[in-house]
């Protein structure tokens, strides 16, 4: 019974050190390829996104286009085009020829572009899971679960390990399900302040409501 026991002790300690290894590798992994995805001065991603809510019926897909320069952005998705300095969003609906003006949400559950990337770093514990889509793809599936009680239950990030990319994201809330796939990613795109600024000049028509 003595040597029973001891060898049950001797797996859970290998056990143990597996699962130790295997989050330690997930954590370096992603801390990888996010600090090279960092070290680009903006990125431009064209993308997929998909939303599913099994119970309500709904499986929407739509293509987007995102440029990126750190805390600023501008994404044009869906006949919507949102752009923000970082301080300040525009949104314009191109349906109702509005721009809605709010201040940019910099709370601790914000989903910002770049905070996306960034938010696993203090709020989230990565390890790896099998994910039978991304392995066909030859993709490692990285899952962030929330330390303390966030927005969103858990995310899934795809990387390509070749290009040391991320190639998709799925975000889970509730009964939702967010799915992004990154089908073009350009680093180093060129820039300016006038990409993240609301022009009138560029929506002569549009009727801007201030939010704020």
């Known amino acids: 019974m003595k ?90 609906l191109a349906e109702s020829e509005e721009v809605m003006v709010s201040d940019a949400d910099l709370g601790e559950d914000a989903m910002t572009p770049s905070k996306i990337l960034t938010a696993y770093y203090n709020d989230y514990k990565a390890v790896y899971v099998n994910d039978k889509q991304n392995a066909a793809r030859g993709l490692k599936t990285i899952e962030l679960k929330p330390l303390t009680g966030k927005k969103f239950t858990k995310i899934h990030i795809g990387i390509d390990e070749r290009k040391m990319q991320i190639a998709n994201f799925s975000m889970f809330e509730n009964n939702n399900t967010f799915i992004y796939t990154i089908d073009k990613l350009v680093p180093d795109v060129k820039t300016d302040d006038k990409m993240f600024t609301f022009r009138p000049s560029d929506f002569p028509n549009a009727e801007v409501v201030d939010m704020r």
């Open 3 to 92: 040597i029973l026991i001891k060898l049950l002790i001797i797996n859970v300690l290998l056990l143990s050190s597996v699962m130790s290894t295997a989050q330690k590798k997930a954590d370096e992994l992603l801390k990888e390829v996010i600090d090279k995805t960092n070290s680009y001065k903006s990125i431009e991603v064209f993308f997929s996104y998909r939303m599913l809510n099994e119970g309500a019926g709904i499986d929407e897909l739509k293509e987007g286009l995102v440029i990126i320069r750190n805390d600023a952005y501008k994404l044009i998705v869906a006949g919507q085009t949102v752009i923000s300095d970082g301080k300040t969003v525009w949104t314009y």
